[in-house]
């Protein structure tokens, strides 16, 4: 099987603008999870999707947004770019879970956005 | 609320000797922990999970971790540390299900030659 794709993998903005990226996730899975990574804070939980419906959500202001479509691809929008909004963006599936079974992530390699 | 703690952000260790990893997790029900390496720009890999089996857990490259509840501990080793087991390495937690996962800040793990 393939694994999580990212694109792009390398992204340049000025501040200001804003940035659509993108999540391809493992054939199967259909929850999608985006993370936040920086030397400072680490890796922050952003959102999970499950079939089209946000079903978590972390501490992040209103710029940043997401959406799952019915392929379960799934995009993160983040509008008003900021200088701290620079980061590795993480992508993360999951397979359907069932009982009580734990939420096993596949992570997939990023996008790296730097916002001048 | 769950967090996770993992004491020492940089750790060196010479070629050969024992990786200690030092993960401590906060948690109001019964935990399913993980331990994630990434190496540089790749995202992360599962290394191992704990999901109330087992008390120590077997992952790849030789890792393994042991849960110890009564310490709250989630500490990760192998007993001879490799080149290529330069990394970062995260401890992660979760009340499963639904649940989201809270990752600790990492350590990154140097491996002197």
């Known amino acids: 099987k393939a694994g999580v794709t990212q694109t792009p993998r390398y992204l340049i903005k000025t501040r200001g603008q804003q940035v659509t990226l993108s999540c391809s996730p493992i054939?199967?899975?259909?929850?999608v999870s985006w993370y936040q990574q920086t030397p400072g804070q680490g890796l922050q939980f952003l959102f999970e999707?499950?079939?089209?419906?946000?079903?978590n959500k972390g501490n992040f202001p209103g710029r940043f947004s997401g959406r799952q479509f019915s392929n379960s691809r799934s995009e993160m929008n983040v509008s008003t770019l900021e200088l701290g909004d620079s980061a590795l963006y993480l992508c993360?599936?999951?397979?359907?879970?069932?009982?009580?079974?734990?939420?096993?992530?596949?992570f997939g390699p990023g996008t790296r956005l730097t916002v001048l | 609320a769950q967090s996770v703690t993992q004491l020492g952000s940089h750790v060196s260790v010479s070629e050969g000797a024992l990786v200690l990893l030092r993960c401590n997790y906060s948690?109001?029900?019964?935990?399913?922990l993980f331990w994630y390496v990434q190496y540089p720009n790749q995202g992360l890999q599962l290394l191992l999970k704990?999901?109330?089996?087992?008390?120590l857990v077997k992952g790849i490259n030789g890792f393994e971790a042991e849960f110890k509840k009564s310490e709250t501990s989630f500490h990760l080793t192998k007993p001879s540390a490799h080149m290529s087991d330069a990394a970062e390495y995260f401890c992660?937690?979760?009340?499963?299900?639904?649940?989201?996962?809270?990752f600790g800040k990492g350590t990154r793990l140097h491996i002197l030659p």
């Open positions: 993360a599936s999951s397979p359907v879970s069932s009982g009580n079974s734990y939420n096993e992530q596949f």
């Open positions: 054939s199967g899975h259909r929850s």
């Open positions: 999707y499950f079939s089209e419906t946000q079903r």
């Open positions: 948690s109001s029900v019964p935990p399913y």
């Open positions: 704990y999901t109330s089996a087992a008390t």
């Open positions: 992660a937690v979760n009340r499963g299900r639904d649940d989201k996962i809270i």
